[in-house]
């Protein structure tokens, strides 16, 4: 078995999606065992309590980034996670942080990258004229955005769709793609812990 701890700021729909997949794939006895989030009113915290999964805020807001990062480690470390998913995480962690983690954590992101890294990605590729949009999952490196892609998806937007209908298709790639993508990484994990 390996564990999953995952990071999200807000709704937290990726997360749950990460954990019911845990759940649902059999054979793959991985656990989800920690949310951690850095907003008090995060709506991740609350599907956390509904699928049962210890939740831990770390805040950010009133103290350096350094003091919260030190605090988001001991959280990883106490709930001994072997891969770390960033779900909606709006914080960018310091090399100091990623460094040490690096392979072992993911982050999912609503464009294809390399193309629109940072925020707003959807809507950047929207008011540019994009017809083409996806999701990407990659390992987390120092830079934003920028770490090894392990997966994407994308489709042809119809001409003339909303903003809207767009953002909610990038959406469900996303949770098709990164629940299947950190499951190969639990695997990995799982597969070398179990190595003689
Ligand atoms: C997703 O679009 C993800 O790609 C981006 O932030 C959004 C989080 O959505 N990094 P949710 O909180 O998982 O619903």
Excluded at 129 to 152: K, M, Q, R, Y
Aim: proline fraction near 6%.
């Amino acid at each position: 078995m390996a564990r999953l701890a995952v990071l999200a700021s807000g709704n937290g729909s990726n997360f749950q999606a990460l954990a019911e997949s845990l759940g649902a794939i059999e054979g793959r006895p991985h656990e989800c065992v920690l949310l951690v989030h850095d907003r008090r009113e995060a709506y991740a915290a609350r599907r956390a309590a509904g699928l049962g999964i210890p939740s831990r805020y770390v805040p950010y807001f009133g103290r350096g980034a350094r003091e919260a990062e030190t605090e988001l480690a001991e959280a990883l470390d106490q709930a001994k996670a072997d891969i770390v998913a960033l779900a909606g995480f709006m914080r960018i962690l310091s090399p100091g942080f990623v460094k040490p983690r690096e392979g072992r954590m993911v982050n999912i992101h609503p464009s294809l990258l390399p193309k629109w890294p940072g925020s707003r990605a959807i809507e950047r590729a929207f008011e540019a004229g994009d017809s083409l949009f996806g999701a990407t999952v990659h390992l987390v490196d120092s830079g934003v955005d920028t770490g090894p892609i392990i997966a994407c998806a994308s489709f042809e937007a119809r001409p003339g769709s909303a903003l809207a209908e767009i953002e909610a298709m990038v959406h469900a790639v996303e949770r098709e793609i990164f629940p299947r993508a950190v499951a190969g990484l639990l695997d990995a994990v799982d597969g070398k812990g179990r190595r003689p």
